[in-house]
């Protein structure tokens, strides 16, 4: 069994900046990649940010040059720091992990619970 934590969302000024974190922890065996994404509401699920375990990036087009993912691989977390911070960013942010459990097992997608981001002033 897979668990993801996630920590350090809350409500923020226009402007302003977070640092989200996220911690998987269970019988790991590898990670292909880590990542976030958010729903706002009546909104679909969107790609924030992901990091692929040879350190590729991708980022959702909004959030381009204002957030940074970064990760440990042997501590298996990842982070999320979100700067310049807008009022369309308020949704509900998930981390999520593609790994496997075992050398043969099938990889799989596992989510946080999700916190929230409120950015208002």
């Known amino acids: 069994q897979v668990q993801l934590v996630e920590s350090g969302g809350g409500l923020v000024q226009p402007g302003g900046s977070l640092r989200l974190s996220c911690a998987a922890s269970?019988?790991?065996?590898?990670?292909?990649?880590m990542g976030w994404y958010r729903q706002a509401p009546g909104q679909q699920r969107e790609l924030v940010a992901l990091?692929?375990?040879?350190?590729?990036?991708n980022y959702g087009d909004s959030v381009k040059g204002r957030f940074t993912i970064s990760g440990d691989n042997a501590k298996n977390t990842v982070d999320l720091q979100m700067n310049s911070l807008k009022a369309e960013d308020t949704a509900v942010y998930y981390c999520?992990?593609?790994?496997?459990?075992?050398?043969?097992?099938?990889?799989?997608?596992?989510w946080g619970q999700g916190t929230q981001v409120t950015v208002s002033s």
């Open positions: 269970g019988s790991i065996f590898s990670i292909s990649a």
């Open positions: 999520n992990i593609i790994a496997r459990v075992s050398k043969t097992s099938l990889v799989t997608v596992y």
């Open positions: 990091l692929a375990s040879s350190g590729s990036t």
